[in-house]
């Protein structure tokens, strides 16, 4: 048998519960007690507060929009209301469920239900969260062919996925909005996938019968270039997988990588996937500095953002006293 290293003497602790502990001190107890990814939470609450501190470092908030179905929208908005980020790369499915709840309610199901008697009823299930069609499509279009008609009457047919986030933001004026807050504090919001969506499909609709109507992607792509290139240091929150974790650490390789790295995730590495891929392989591409302050945290994002989140808020409100 290998012999137990010296090193390896560090006692786990039980947790104490005390009257009136924050988040922050549950938290904080979660580096001492352990538990196998307790111990992960709290050091990536300790990389998003150095992360948010650094005042040289730009800070990325890389998303999916399930999570927006969700009241984890929320905290999202929360991040983008304090500023704690300074750029968002996410799906479309965000802009939809965003606008969507600005207007419409989402509800309450669960992941075992009857899937026809749902789909006769004219109701989508989102894993435990059930969309009505008239929460969603009919909506969306509503409120995005209004104001791609009200933004091509004022003569511009042309816009970067950021100029178009921006103005869902500038024109919905609900504080309940992600898009909302990203546009009142000059936060861009990048969607590389734009056309994955509900909103997607009604700019290509838009598109029909204003053939001048134009995305224009490479804008997006030019901004991110400039952001990153004038960086002296980077950092970014991802959660989940897909195109908008792949878009943010691809861009931050152009600057010998992340500096700082946070990854909340259910998805596996074994089958090759990005979205399972730990941040040790993104250190591989050059995406993630060998030096870079980084961690995975496995588990559920609705679970695990909101703690997190909390507790940062707490340290950081502490500081400002």
């Not at 000059?186 to 700019?203: A, E, F, K, M, N």
Request: aromatic share 10%.
């Amino acid at each position: 048998m290998p012999k137990t290293q010296g090193t390896h003497k560090i006692a786990v602790k039980d947790y104490q519960f005390i009257e009136n502990m924050t988040v922050d001190e549950l938290v904080g107890q979660m580096r001492e007690a352990w538990g196998f990814t307790a111990g992960k939470l709290a050091t990536g609450v300790d990389i998003i507060e150095a992360m948010a501190t650094d005042k040289k470092c730009i800070k990325f908030l890389s998303f999916t929009a399930d999570i927006i179905a969700t009241g984890t929208r929320g905290v999202i908005r929360e991040l983008v209301k304090r500023k704690l980020i300074d750029v968002i790369i996410t799906t479309c499915g965000t802009l939809d469920h965003d606008v969507a709840r600005c207007w419409k309610d989402y509800y309450r199901g669960g992941f075992i239900m009857n899937d026809n008697k749902l789909h006769e009823e004219g109701i989508n299930r989102l894993g435990n969260v059930l969309v009505p069609n008239d929460s969603y499509g009919p909506i969306i279009e509503k409120k995005i062919q209004t104001m791609l008609s009200d933004l091509y009457k004022e003569g511009k047919k042309e816009f970067s996925t950021a100029e178009l986030s921006r103005e869902i933001g500038l024109r919905c004026c609900d504080e309940s909005s992600i898009l909302y807050w990203a546009a009142k504090n000059d936060i861009p919001v990048y969607v590389p996938g734009i056309t994955d969506g509900s909103v997607g499909y009604q700019l290509w609709f838009f598109s029909q019968d204003h053939k001048d109507f134009r995305v224009n992607l490479l804008k997006d792509e030019d901004d991110l270039n400039n952001t990153v290139f004038d960086a002296k240091k980077s950092g970014a929150l991802i959660v989940g997988g897909g195109i908008s974790k792949h878009h943010t650490i691809w861009w931050n390789q152009f600057k010998d990588g992340l500096d700082y790295a946070v990854y909340i995730s259910t998805a596996d590495e074994w089958d090759g996937s990005l979205s399972g891929a730990r941040p040790r392989e993104a250190v591989s591409w050059g995406k993630i500095s060998e030096k870079a302050k980084c961690i995975m945290i496995e588990g559920d994002a609705t679970m695990v953002l909101p703690i997190m989140t909390s507790a940062l808020i707490d340290r950081l409100d502490k500081k400002r006293k």
